[in-house]
């Protein structure tokens, strides 16, 4: 094998390395689970998005953090939402390292009494004030501070426009 | 490097030193415990609280103070009552916790009834520093940022800064927030009554995590010895003397984060200057409200917080969790 050969597979290896690299890399930079206000009716996006790297966890959820950081948590996007100013809600969206991660993370959060399964993601549930669902590597929780009149309607229709931009 | 048995030598000897200063210090809660004497605890309730919706009545919450006071202190009335708890002269602190975020962290109208009552107490309104880690959390828990002097001030440590110096405490190296060690003279806690997935309850003793750079430190183990060695560091054992446990909604489960399917009114607060004692009745009531749920003790869902028992051991000396040691007064 010539030294000029050698050097061709290895161009050609980095060049596909790279390009898958850039494939993925680029999805989950790129990925913006929030939708904008107005995207979803009702709904406003009343905060910038916050990310943490897993490192810095702790400096949103504290003690939260170390069973996330365990199941692999690479980041946490965070933003707050207001829905028809009768509502306010935060959407914390978690990006795993895979799918076992985010499959961990949402049984803890899916066991409690009261869930209710539904279509959201690969998996889903409902409470009165709250919504979870996981799909690939990413878990997403939905919590409303008030318990009002058609909020678990409003979390949903929130919660499907975060589904569709993951 | 200090070894833990130097680091808690050390800091016994200067809570002693700093506590022959203060009525309120280590060497009389000592004596106190030595002598047999029991740890006043004060369970104060008002269950129609929240009779209202999520919106707290302010002026039911100022009565409950009152009432929590009154029966901690003796004296009904209630400048009277906090002038037997706090120094005179001295900038109060008053420490909360907003970690939580909005749904569950220590409520501002509880904040400003103590306030309130401080200032009729003889505290000047700008001898008064409402604080936490930074101003979102401060934020969260309804607090308005001010850092201006004629007025009841109310900042973050992102704002104070932390001491360039790191003090050992165990076996982490941390940074102790400057409203802590420059600013206050005496510091009251005011937790939120949380459910905490690693130590089992967060209260009294598991808020000063937020008086530090990096609480992530001093999770090991269940945050045990953790809660114990920070609360018997000589600065937090001697300033921090005084709990006004806010419980008027707590989480029972998944906590420390917000859970509304979790979520609870006691309606209810835990006042004490044994921080021991506090937690340990807090840890009661949120056992109590678990086997109402149907659900089983920290203890046996594998988080009993065994931070309790170490800062009542003789190395730390906290406090008491003794049962027998604590007089509950419920009202």
């Known amino acids: ?166 | 490097m200090k070894n833990r048995r130097e680091f808690l030598k050390t800091a016994a000897t200067g809570a002693v030193l700093l506590g022959s200063q203060s009525k309120l210090g280590l060497a009389a809660a000592v004596e106190k415990h030595v002598s047999g004497a029991r740890s006043r605890v004060v369970v104060a309730r008002d269950a129609a609280l929240q009779a209202h919706g999520a919106q707290l009545d302010q002026q039911r919450v100022l009565a409950l103070l009152d009432k929590a006071m009154a029966a901690y202190t003796g004296h009904k009335n209630p400048p009277e009552a906090w002038q037997s708890v706090i120094p005179r002269g001295k900038v109060i602190g008053i420490k909360i916790n907003g970690l939580g975020g909005r749904g569950i962290s220590s409520h501002a109208v509880l904040v400003h009834a103590i306030c309130e009552r401080l200032q009729q107490a003889g505290v000047p309104a700008g001898n008064i520093i409402v604080w936490d880690r930074n101003a979102r959390d401060l934020r969260a828990c309804g607090m308005t940022i001010n850092t201006d002097r004629s007025r009841v001030r109310c900042y973050g440590s992102d704002t104070a800064g932390y001491e360039d110096q790191e003090t050992a405490c165990g076996s982490a190296h941390l940074r102790l927030s400057k409203i802590l060690t420059r600013e206050c003279g005496m510091v009251i806690s005011v937790p939120i009554l949380k459910d905490h997935n690693m130590s089992g309850v967060t209260f009294s003793m598991k808020n000063m995590y937020g008086v530090i750079d990096r609480p992530f430190l001093l999770h090991g183990n269940n945050c045990n010895p953790g809660v114990a060695d920070l609360n018997a560091l000589p600065v937090i054992r001697e300033k921090v003397n005084f709990t006004i446990g806010d419980a008027l909604t707590s989480v029972y489960q998944g906590g420390p984060v917000f859970q509304p399917q979790h979520l609870w009114h006691p309606g209810t607060l835990v006042v004490g200057q044994d921080r021991v004692a506090v937690d340990y009745t807090a840890w009661q009531i949120l056992d109590r409200k678990r086997a109402e749920a149907g659900m089983s003790t920290l203890k046996a869902d594998g988080r009993e917080p065994r931070y309790i028992a170490t800062a009542a051991d003789a190395a730390h000396r906290l406090g008491t969790n003794n049962p027998q040691h604590i007089h509950l007064v419920e009202v």
Not at chain 1, 19 to 35: E, H, I, R
Not at chain 1, 58 to 84: L, P
Not at chain 1, 116 to 132: C, M, P, R, T
């Open chain 1, 1 to 166: 094998m010539t030294l000029s050969s050698n050097t061709g597979k290895l161009a050609s290896a980095l060049v596909v390395l790279v390009a898958m690299l850039s494939v993925t890399g680029c999805k989950k930079s790129k990925v913006d689970p929030f939708p904008a206000s107005g995207a979803i009716a009702g709904w406003q996006k009343t905060s910038q998005t916050r990310t943490f790297a897993a490192k810095d966890l702790w400096k949103y959820i504290d003690g939260e953090a170390e069973q996330y950081i365990k199941a692999g948590v690479v980041t946490t996007s965070t933003s707050d939402y207001k829905y028809q100013d009768k509502l306010e809600a935060v959407v914390d969206v978690y990006t795993m390292g895979n799918t076992a991660g985010a499959e961990k993370m949402f049984s803890v959060s899916s066991q409690s009494k009261g869930a209710k399964s539904v279509q959201l993601g690969d998996a889903g549930v409902a409470y009165a004030q709250s919504v979870s669902f996981r799909k690939g590597p990413y878990l997403v929780h939905i919590v409303a501070y008030e318990d009002t009149p058609g909020a678990p309607e409003a979390l949903m229709a929130l919660a499907h426009g975060v589904d569709a931009k993951l």
